[in-house]
């Protein structure tokens, strides 16, 4: 899946359908990958800024952010908080605006991959996590990365909207990044008790044959309480089933490599 390369390999986690799993994966591949020796940078690309705060990093005070790197010509470098989960690039809620401000600046659609490029010799992955949207913030996301992870999580309706993102990919691919591609889809909120989840897990698998993660993530509670403590769930609580699912994926993604 993932080549080896001098520069960063630059992932965006994307589905405009909220309450998938697409921040948390964000934040705990980003720990995961880095407890693996790897150099890892997250850009939180959400106007929520909860990737920003379950990194640790106060999404109020830290400046510059990733608004001021896109819209005020701020340096990316600067912007570069570094954590012991990886490095961050904050958000904040100005970025909720800064889809219309975009509109009068020229290359529009690649500014966050102009940002991001100055910095990709640092770093072995750099994640993107994106609004729930499939507006010009995401565009900007898919145009910044070499490929994508798809977060669905084991629930009714979970394939609904994907034909959406699945076409709005198709025409960033058409016009403005030919390369993009499909790393991969993650089965998230996996509760192996109930016949749903595994009729949600093999309708995906259908789908996306050959395209999604052998690891799963589960439903669990460490997950959800990790946050609010301002860190992954692998630091917050390293024995939860949450916590091994994503040292398991965090494996899976760095033996791809090879």
Known sequence: ??????????????????GVGKTTT??????SLKALGKRVLLCDFDPQ???TSGMGVDKNTASPNVYDVLINGADPKKSVVSTKYGDVIPSNKALAGAGIEMIAIPDREHLLKKALDSLAKNYDYIFIDCPPSLELLTVNALCAAHSLIVPVQCEYYALEGLSDLLSTVRLVKRGLNPKLALEGVL???FDSRTNL???????????FPGQVYATVIPRNVRLS???????PVTDYDPYSRGAEAYRS??????????
């Open 187 to 189: 089965l998230t909120m």
């Open 197 to 207: 989840s595994l009729q949600v897990a093999e309708e995906v698998k259908r789908h």
């Open 26 to 31: 964000t934040v705990n591949i980003t720990a």
């Open 49 to 51: 800024a909860n990737a």
């Open 1 to 18: 899946m993932i080549k080896i390369s001098k520069k960063a390999t630059t992932i965006a986690i994307v589905n405009q359908k909220g």
């Open 225 to 231: 309480e990790a946050p609010s403590h301002g860190m």
């Open 249 to 258: 994926l965090a494996e899976e993604m760095a033996s791809a490599e090879g």
